[in-house]
């Protein structure tokens, strides 16, 4: 089945994970001032990071063109929206404090893991049973960059947390652009590795069926980064 991608929401998903580097970035910097309510901003932090990089995911799903309608069964798509928030919460639980190597490697895998299951499942939502397989080159590829962006993206938002010159806000911006790229590089490269089969479909019974509801979602989700991001800098 031949596929291809509206490029303008393809140019929009990178903007919400750029917007969503820099959110993590700013949010670090919360928790990591925080003293009394740090369990509070590493949860909001993780609301805010992890909706972000979901609403990025499902932004590069509308992008996608197939020759049939595409579909979601919602309490899948809900599920790895929670799965997106905990990978991120322990991301900036590591972070809370500073990183130490150890905690580190551990935290990137598991955020890598927690990254992957939420893209493939959130393919998984499509719920096309055997019409929808793997290249498992491209697939191994896209959990190499995953365990790289996580990794790179800890490290990143815990070096920039206190630049506040010109020259800082200008590393942070140059920053999230990369991790704007890291993160949407790791979606179509899983993008690439997905072969649909001629003739499938998605489940007639998929609850998100309607093209509406899906840029809904990603709106939302790029309201909460928005918001969150005016919130971490207030100084």
Not at 58 to 70: C, H, N, T
Not at 96 to 109: D, P
Request: aromatic letters at 12%; hydrophobic letters at 60%; proline letters at 3%.
């Amino acid at each position: 089945m031949d596929k291809h991608y509206d490029i303008a929401l393809v140019a929009y998903s990178f903007v919400i994970a750029s917007l969503t580097g820099y959110c993590g970035i700013e949010m670090t910097s919360r928790v990591r001032r925080a003293v009394e309510d740090k369990r509070l901003w590493i949860i909001a932090a993780a609301f805010a990071f992890g909706t972000g990089v979901w609403g990025m995911h499902f932004m590069g799903m509308v992008a996608l063109v197939l020759p049939v309608p595409v579909t979601f069964n919602a309490w899948l798509t809900f599920a790895s929206w929670v799965v997106a928030v905990l990978v991120s919460g322990i991301g900036f639980y590591v972070i809370r404090n500073g990183v130490r190597i150890g905690s580190w490697l551990v935290a990137s895998a598991l955020m890598a893991a927690g990254v992957c299951l939420m893209h493939y499942g959130g393919m998984y939502a499509m719920q096309m049973g055997d019409g929808l397989t793997y290249r498992p080159l491209l697939f191994w590829i896209s959990v190499a960059i995953a365990f790289g962006a996580s990794a790179a993206a800890l490290l990143i938002m815990t070096w920039l947390r206190d630049s506040e010159r010109w020259p800082g806000v200008l590393a942070r911006i140059g920053a999230a652009l990369v991790m704007g790229l890291a993160v949407t590089g790791m979606h179509y490269t899983g993008m690439a590795a997905a072969m649909f089969a001629p003739g499938a479909y998605c489940s007639p019974t998929n609850g998100l069926n309607e093209a509406w509801m899906i840029l809904g979602l990603v709106i939302a989700a790029t309201a909460v980064v928005s918001l969150s991001q005016w919130a971490a800098l207030l100084r």
